[in-house]
């Protein structure tokens, strides 16, 4: 926000130093960034933050200053009684959607001169940058600035018909803008319309069609306020940034725009000369009464550290113009001044006393009580996944939660459902919430190709959004995984991450199919039978598809299957102290028998003398064996806690799992 220093001595008894009043709005929240000299006059550079509308006009500004330095605010009048001729605004106001325009407040002027602007007007716009066209048009321009209230001044002459609505937009309906280019409008934009079509874009700009020029000589003023978020949608899609919608995106304050209306008829009868018609055109409904908030005094020294007196804390809520409903011993209750939304909070209270009270008059020691607190199981698990990552050589990367619809479609292992969509996409082209981080993660893995690190292994941690029919998405933190590395690689490492967080954990793979893997080589991941992810090498026409030179292998893991596994209480086992005895068995299977099955076989059959189940090797031998037949070699490791096995109990045991796999697969142990 530029700010003349004249023009803010307009509305205090300003005998300070720039120097002091820029120091103490910078501790107080509003940002000094540097000031430069403009003809005679001083022009700040300050910081608005985006929960303070009300800094975007020098009012709002000089309303700050008075409270820091307890100096009384003169706001004009904006009194039209004198200037007003009796007569009626002839137009009619409709508003089609009243949740995007509740207010509509038109007047009109009769009788103007457009011309030149005054020397004290064209200098104060100056000083901030703004440049003088023409007296009308110049105290639209100051009255926004004045109180942070756009406004627009039409030609009435130029207006078809006796009714102005505010509408949505036609499909493909056609603008054009008082910067003299034409927009193609669609059904997310309002306009202002006459009789014959659009005469301007709502909340962003006017029209060229009712324009003010040097033949004006009746207007209509236009002060209104329009809902944030379609304002924001239109000018970001039509890439057409003002300084009105740049104050109707974060708000205007609903009680001073009859006051912004006056003040402009004021100014330009003062300036262009002409009468105000007395009767005002207003749509819509009044504002909304605010609920009270109430500060307990008791919560100033709890929070801050520090006594405030009561005096100064009713000193300091009422000077930033909210009014006390209420005070009691040991509290204070306020309705909150129109032009700030921000404070339905007591803590809101305890904020604005402390920064205008001065956060330089807390002391480094003060006394502010803390409590103890605690990570949630969500944020160590998170934790725990990525030093087990970080610690098997994976880099963690941060990718968009909005995608492409190609991506949002390349894999749909956890919901075939269509992807949510959004209305208001920050990249051209990507408008889809993710069902899935692999595309996000496989895109990434380009870029670094790009970069000569085709062999970088990748994982993230975030959420998904998996649709859900007429409810809210089903919001799930995924671990998302990519490697150079082959298949048996990849999934060791997933092995290694579950045992980090459980120890006796053991992830079940079961075949899986789907176009974005190889075929054979797409794994659905289960623990004890719930599902925990998918593991799988990336097949050559999804690599094709994403740009990908080198080979990929990907996972995706269920965040919350983690949680539930894993044991965050760490536990203490004592190892046996007995030897171990290991047994190789080689079992001849059908083809279809995978690894993991026969691994799952003989951990069950086994039992507790079961310490590990180690793959060694596939061989096929169709002319001995047969076809569709395969020799799985693997190791059985046995051991007992409290005593030495004896080869009949190892025999035993053996006997147990081949029996189990001969049951359940046909395998044959090969003599």
């Given amino acids: 926000m530029l700010v003349s220093w004249d023009w803010l001595k307009q509305y205090l008894d300003l005998n300070i130093s720039e120097a002091e009043v820029c120091d103490r709005l910078t501790l107080a929240g509003l940002n000094f960034d540097g000031a430069s000299t403009v003809n005679n006059d001083r022009c700040l550079d300050l910081e608005v933050t985006s929960n303070r509308p009300d800094w975007l006009g020098h009012v709002g ?10 100096l009384d605010l003169k706001v004009p009048a904006a009194d039209i009684s004198a200037i007003s001729n009796g007569g009626a605004c002839s137009k009619i106001v409709q508003l089609e959607d009243e949740k995007f325009c509740p207010r509509y407040i038109a007047r009109s002027i009769t009788g103007v001169t457009v011309g030149a602007s005054p020397a004290w007007l064209t200098n104060r716009l100056n000083t901030i940058g703004l440049p003088s066209i023409n007296n009308v048009v110049d105290v639209t321009n100051y009255v926004l600035m004045e109180i942070g209230q756009p406004l627009h001044a039409f030609d009435l002459a130029k207006i078809e018909g006796d009714v102005i609505s505010v509408r949505k937009a036609a499909a493909e309906e056609k603008f054009m803008a008082i910067d003299h280019r034409e927009y193609l409008l669609s059904s997310d934009d309002y306009v202002i319309a006459d009789g014959r079509g659009a005469i301007a874009l709502a909340g962003v700009m006017g029209g060229k069609e009712t324009e003010v020029g040097d033949l004006t000589t009746d207007l209509l003023i236009e002060a209104a306020q329009f809902a944030a978020l379609p304002v924001r949608t239109t000018s970001r899609r039509l890439k057409l940034k003002s300084d009105s919608s740049y104050r109707f995106e974060r708000g205007v304050d609903p009680e001073m725009i009859d006051w912004a209306s006056r003040r402009c008829c004021e100014l330009i009868v003062e300036t262009a000369g002409g009468e105000v018609c007395e009767g005002r ?97 969500l944020d160590r698990i998170r934790n725990k996944v990525s030093t087990a990552m970080l610690g098997m050589g994976f880099d963690e990367t941060l990718t968009r939660s909005i995608v492409s619809d190609v991506w949002s479609k390349a894999f749909q292992g956890w919901s075939l459902s269509e992807p949510l969509t959004t209305s208001m996409p920050m ?71 579950v045992g980090s967080l459980n120890p006796r954990a053991m992830v079940t793979t079961i075949p899986y199919t789907d176009p974005l893997f190889e075929e054979g080589q797409g794994s659905h991941l289960t623990i004890n039978g719930t599902t925990l992810g998918y593991l799988g090498v990336v097949s050559k026409s999804a690599a ?32 046996s102290t007995h030897p171990a005895m290991n047994r190789d068995l080689n079992l001849v299977v059908d083809e279809e028998v995978s690894w993991s099955r026969l691994q799952d076989i003989s951990t069950t059959a086994g039992g507790e003398l079961v310490q590990e189940v180690t793959f060694q090797e596939i061989f096929r031998d169709p002319k001995k064996d047969g076809p569709g037949k395969k020799r799985v070699l693997f190791t059985i490791t046995l051991q007992a806690y409290d005593r030495t096995l004896t080869g009949e109990e190892a025999d035993a045991t053996i006997s147990q799992i081949l029996a189990a796999c001969g049951k359940e697969t046909g395998a044959k142990l090969l003599a």
């Fill in 61 to 70: 500004i000089a309303r700050e200053v008075g409270v820091l330095f307890d």
């Fill in 427 to 497: 990249v051209k082209g990507e408008d889809r919430l993710r069902v899935s981080l692999i595309p996000s993660l496989l895109g990434a893995r380009r870029n670094n190709e790009k970069f000569s690190y085709p062999e970088i292994d990748l994982y993230e941690i975030a959420k998904v959004y998996l649709p859900k029919s007429k409810a809210l998405p089903d919001e799930r933190y995924m671990v998302g995984i990519t490697s150079g590395r082959g298949f048996y690689e990849l999934k060791g490492a997933v092995e290694a991450l």
């Fill in 544 to 575: 094709k598809a994403f740009g990908l030179q080198q080979k990929a292998t990907v996972a995706e893991l269920d965040l919350t299957a983690l949680m539930k596994l894993a044991v965050l209480v760490p536990q203490h086992q004592d190892f």
């Fill in 281 to 377: 055109v207003y749509a819509g409904s009044q504002p909304h009464s605010r609920s009270s908030v109430t500060l307990r005094l008791s919560q100033l020294p709890r929070i801050l550290g520090i006594e405030v007196p009561e005096a100064e804390v009713r000193r300091i809520l009422e000077k930033l113009g909210n009014e006390v409903v209420d005070q009691s011993a040991g509290s204070i209750t306020i309705t909150p001044a129109s032009w700030r939304r921000d404070l339905d909070r007591e803590v809101d209270l305890i904020e604005e006393v402390a920064r205008i009270h001065g956060y330089d008059k807390i002391p480094e020691r003060a006394g502010v009580s803390l409590s103890a607190s605690h990570q949630s199981d």
